[in-house]
């Protein structure tokens, strides 16, 4: 561990002027992110919970360094945020460029940024890493199902080599039977590259799943932050607690069968 | 028991050629709540649209729909209408496309009111009142007046819910109602949706394909895979002893919320859900599934009483 984090995150506020109604009023300001402090270390794992609208999306955007903040400062302490810094998003249709084979897609972040690297030994390590056959590199987006075009995206994300890896909702629009698959995906590049994960979701299980740290939002705030397993057993903000109790629980699980 | 509030036999739903639906039977029961378990693509919603007679233009229901005697799909469009909104009535995921966006909400949960009960236009507008009232829409009479895009995700979906139960139907059907919503909103939703059917006693049949709302919303379950019911019974049965292969791959591959999994690796199932029509001959899971023998290339039959399963080697 070293003495600063990597990423530290000080008083970030973000607002965003909203379209003028009419053109006599004056335009209306939304906080989107309001007076947040986090720190991420190296293979840290934190995730983001919280309402639409909380302000998660704002903030990954503000880590990517898309957007600089309007008060506060975010402080990288790695040397190039650009490469080290890669992201998923939600929806891998939208994510994906239709007319780019899957090897254009996959190796563009090392071209856009100048990386040297053998580039098909690079994109077999990376297909191989995400579980995509190397017969894939030739093929279109479109000839591939929701959770391999998720694949698709990991292994773009992957292919600078990251130190951060963010991830907004990755699988909220993939099917039930595909999300367990993506998921395990994650967590073992997570451990294979000592990866640190911020991950967005509205869902807790799979927050609590990958994360050892959750931080709560409402209305732009981190009103909490805890270790996970400490958060699940004592929230201490009113409004975790609610989210908590809101979860929809299994109430019945069938008990784990020896394999066959 | 009486007799059941609907039965479902042999339902098939073309898309051209293609059969999405491939023979559907269900029933339910007077008063039941049961939940429809399935992926995209596995048929669910369009089951539920061909009961309702609200198919897409070009696609074709088959097979019998039983409703207090008659065979729905054997009725005259006009029949059918009158049905519809009135004892059969349905609430769907996204409600800001299934309101119209030009008409006050007061007037919109005065319709079905107005068309089926032929209630006057000050005896309709005191009813959704009530209606709003009764789903605890904050402020209803200043939202009688609202539009639409001026109330938020799960306001809208309390006025669907009002307009879905202003003719207190005998069945009501709910695709994916809370989907589209917040945890917290959801919650909320859910708990006035079953306590207003459990105060009619309305047949609810509620679509899902998160089965930990079914759990705690629903009796019975049906679980659907490549357009067939695949598995069927007590909601506590079926969760805790699964017999389909798919049924126990999909509650397998839920990350526990209470407890934190020894290794940190889910049970995953492989590959993918096949595309319309792309599935397998036989059953429609078998290219997934890990007890795969040269038998199910055949269709199994759905069999037993209590909890049936369609698969040729289905779990103890």
Known sequence: ?260 | MSAPALEVRGLQVLVGETEAVRGVDFTLEQGARTGLIGESGSGKTLTALAVMDLLPDGLVARGEIWYRGRDLLRLSERERSRLRGDRLTMVFQEPLSALDPLMRVGDQVAEPLRLHRRLSRTEARARARELLERVQLPDPVERLRAYPHQLSGGQRQRVMIAMAVACSPDILIADEPTTALDVTVQAEILALLERLVREEGTTLLLITHDLAIVSQVCDQVLVMYGGRIVEAGPTAEVFSHPRHPYTLALLEAIPPIDQQLPNGRLTQIPGAVPGLGEFPSGCPFRTRCLRETSCCSTMPEMAGTSHPVACWHPLS
């Open chain 1, 1 to 260: 561990m070293s003495s600063s984090p990597l990423f530290e995150v000080r008083g970030v506020t973000k607002r965003y002027r909203l379209p003028r109604t009419s053109v006599f009023a004056r335009r209306r300001e939304i906080v989107a992110v309001s007076r947040v402090d986090l720190d991420l270390n190296d293979s840290d794992s934190l995730g983001l919970v919280g309402d639409s609208g909380a302000g998660k999306s704002t903030l990954l955007r503000l880590l990517l360094g898309l957007e600089p903040p309007d008060e506060g400062s975010i402080r990288y302490q790695g040397e190039w945020r650009r490469r080290e810094v890669q992201i998923v998003f939600q929806d891998p249709t939208r994510a994906l460029d239709p007319r780019m084979t899957v090897a254009e897609i996959v190796l563009e972040p090392l071209r856009v940024l100048r990386l040297r690297e053998p580039m098909s030994t690079r994109l077999s390590e990376l297909l191989d890493a995400v579980g995509l056959p190397r017969a894939a590199a030739d093929r279109y987006p479109h000839e591939f199902s929701g959770g391999q075009r998720q694949r698709i995206a990991i292994a773009r994300a992957l292919a600078p080599r990251p130190r951060v890896l963010l991830a907004d909702e990755p699988v909220s629009a993939l099917d039930v039977s595909v999300r367990a698959q993506i998921l395990n995906l994650l967590h073992d590049l997570r451990d294979l590259y000592g990866l640190a994960l911020v991950l967005v979701s509205h869902d807790l299980s799979v927050v609590r799943h990958l994360c050892d740290r959750i931080a709560v939002m409402h209305r732009g705030e981190v009103v909490e932050q805890q270790q996970t397993q400490s958060l699940f057993t004592a929230p201490t903000h009113p409004y975790t607690v609610r989210l908590l109790e809101a979860i929809p629980r299994l109430r019945w699980r069938p008990s784990p069968r020896p394999s066959e």
